[in-house]
């Protein structure tokens, strides 16, 4: 430890002795008379050889006098002045002391870009740096948010990712103080996204960029679903058959919670043609039963009960959705016929029964006269009797539709004039094609 304290005192000492004293008034020029030379060669030689060994406090005299003096002469200069004041902000505590040396930094990258140039790439660094830095200071924020930003617009699909993640990391900060709003978080969003986009397939490392920063704006909530009906309209036209696409299109709207969206059904619906199958199916019809698309449900149930393998119980309650979308599109004869392929599949299934009752009576328009149409009561009181035996759940429904309806019976004298009475079986005749026993509303 003394030995190195004393090399650290010699060096000192040395610099002191041989370096000439530098002005801060230097005229920005390189070096051009003997004297130049030999200064420039000197402070060159001294800040470096403290600067490998990373003894930046003795390698920072005679790196200001080339920073000052010789401005243009490297450009490695500013690279090292930047690790130096790294350095040097990490070890100042809070204060005026380390603000201090946060404006040295940025002092260095604008001197750098005076005299060689490269905008972009260094006003990225630079917004890098002023936000690691200053983060707790929303002004210094909002600065670091203009030189990003101007980096990306000069460097466009050859911007840094670590230049993009921070932007769009200023950008959320600020929005969170209400300095922007959620539009212009989405319009910076939508401004790297197209990079993002180009760049995601050349590797990995952009894949992941791309990801964690989609995972950011969805956690924000600041998408809504109006922004992405917006950003994705005019893309969708060129991707409709894109599967890559589809799937992120989809994954964006299920995670903004904008299932609701014209996009987003279409994305599905497309997506099905790459991926078709009975789940799928299924999925997409309970979007348009959610829409209130009952049409659309019942082809895409319809597509899902034909697919194989499926267990007996789910097929069953597929079937009964179907039947339920059926009756919603006034297609009672088709709700019949579904309600008796889900009985089949599971025959103690109470709903079943009870919709299979609802959509006997919805069909006896079809019918022919008065008589037959209220025949159509008995076969329906058979299900609702059945459903309240086999579910209990639905008992009060059932048994309050089978007083109700026992007043829709025919009467005892129109049982009479059909040569019928009482306990005798009758075939109700149409769609709903099924044996019944006669009796007579009191």
Not at 37 to 48: A, E, K
Not at 234 to 252: G, R, W, Y
């Amino acid at each position: 430890m003394e030995k190195t304290l004393k090399a650290l005192i010699l060096s000192a000492l040395i610099f002191l002795i041989v370096a000439p004293s530098f002005s801060l008034d230097g005229n920005g020029s390189k070096y051009s008379t003997s004297k130049d030379s030999i200064s420039y060669v000197r402070s060159l030689s001294f800040y470096r050889e403290f600067y490998k060994i990373e003894l930046y406090e003795h390698a920072i005299g005679p790196w200001w006098d080339l920073f000052y003096n010789y401005p243009a002469a490297s450009e490695k200069l500013y690279l090292d002045g930047v690790t130096m004041y790294h350095s040097f902000i990490e070890a100042a505590p809070d204060g005026p002391d380390r603000e201090s040396l946060i404006d040295t930094l940025m002092l260095i990258y604008d001197q750098r870009m005076e005299y060689f140039g490269g905008e972009g790439n260094v006003l990225g660094r630079q917004g890098i740096d002023l936000l690691k830095y200053g983060r707790e200071d929303i002004e210094q924020v909002q600065k670091a948010y203009t030189l990003l930003r101007r980096s990306i617009e000069l460097e466009a699909m050859e911007s840094k990712e670590a230049v993009i993640f921070n932007f769009i990391s200023a950008s959320i900060s600020l929005n969170r103080k209400e300095i922007i709003d959620e539009n212009q978080v989405i319009e910076d969003y939508l401004m790297v996204r197209g990079i993002l986009d180009h760049m995601e397939g050349m590797s990995s490392r952009w894949k992941k960029a791309r990801t964690t920063i989609d995972e950011i704006m969805l956690k924000e909530d600041i998408f809504s679903c109006k922004t992405l009906d917006y950003y994705y309209e005019p893309q969708f036209k060129q991707n409709a058959n894109d599967k890559t696409f589809l799937e992120q299109v989809i994954s964006f709207y299920e995670s903004s919670g904008c299932k609701d969206s014209e996009i987003y059904a279409a994305a599905l619906e497309n997506l099905y043609r790459f991926t078709p199958g009975p789940e799928s199916a299924h999925n997409l019809a309970f979007l348009f039963i959610s829409r209130g698309d009952f049409p659309k449900a019942a082809s895409y149930l319809e597509m899902a009960v034909l697919g194989a393998n499926i267990e007996k119980e789910t097929l069953a309650a597929w079937f009964y959705e179907l039947a339920v979308v059926s009756s919603a599109n006034k297609d009672y004869c088709e709700a019949i016929f579904y309600a008796r392929e889900a009985i089949l599949n599971n025959s103690d299934f109470g709903k079943a029964y009870m919709t299979l009752g609802d959509a006997i009576i919805a069909s006896r328009s079809n019918l022919g006269d008065d008589f037959e149409k209220r025949a159509a009561f008995w076969a329906a009181s058979d299900k609702y009797a059945k459903a309240a035996s086999l579910d209990p759940s639905l008992e009060v429904e059932a048994r309050q539709k089978l007083i109700d309806y026992k007043g829709q019976y025919p009467s005892k004298e129109e049982i009479f004039f059909r040569d019928l009475k009482e306990g005798d079986s009758y075939r109700v005749k149409g769609c709903i094609n099924e044996n019944t026993t006669v009796r007579s509303r009191i």
